[in-house]
Nanobody, 121 residues
Framework: QVQLVESGGGLVQAGGSLRLSCAAS????????MGWYRQVQGKQRELVAV???????NYAESVKGRFTISRDNAKNTVYLEMNSLKVEDTDVYYC???????????????WGQGTSVTVSS
């Protein structure tokens, strides 16, 4: 009923930039928080950045000053602008959104399929 589709991952050299996008589609009534997480195989998924519906943002310490999260509520889309990329930013990045499908729905978390980011030295 609800899909989150990510795009924008790829291979980039250290110091470069990438922009990730995540669009929600399907039976979307309302979206609250939207965020980006990352996970290396075998490790716990960790928060990278999150934005509320009102635009308040929060970042992991490791990406502050380098990454910027933003959203377009009209398009149900969240973005992650990643600058000054480091080798240690290499990960699979997942989008998460808290989505209500009806006016009576309290909302629950939906995840995208993940997009791979590889930063080479």
């Amino acid at each position: 009923q609800v899909q989150l589709v990510e795009s924008g991952g790829g291979l980039v050299q250290a110091g470069g930039s990438l922009r990730l996008s995540c669009a929600a589609s399907g039976r979307v009534f309302a979206i609250d928080d939207m965020g980006w997480y990352r996970q290396v195989q075998g490790k716990q998924r960790e928060l990278v950045a999150v934005t509320t519906k009102g635009g308040t943002t929060n970042y992991a310490e490791s990406v502050k000053g380098r990454f910027t999260i933003s959203r377009d509520n009209a398009k149900n889309t969240v973005y992650l602008e990643m600058n000054s990329l480091k080798v240690e930013d290499t990960d699979v990045y997942y989008c998460k959104a808290e989505i209500s499908t009806t006016v009576w729905d309290a909302g629950r978390d939906y995840w995208g399929q993940g997009t791979s980011v590889t930063v080479s030295s």
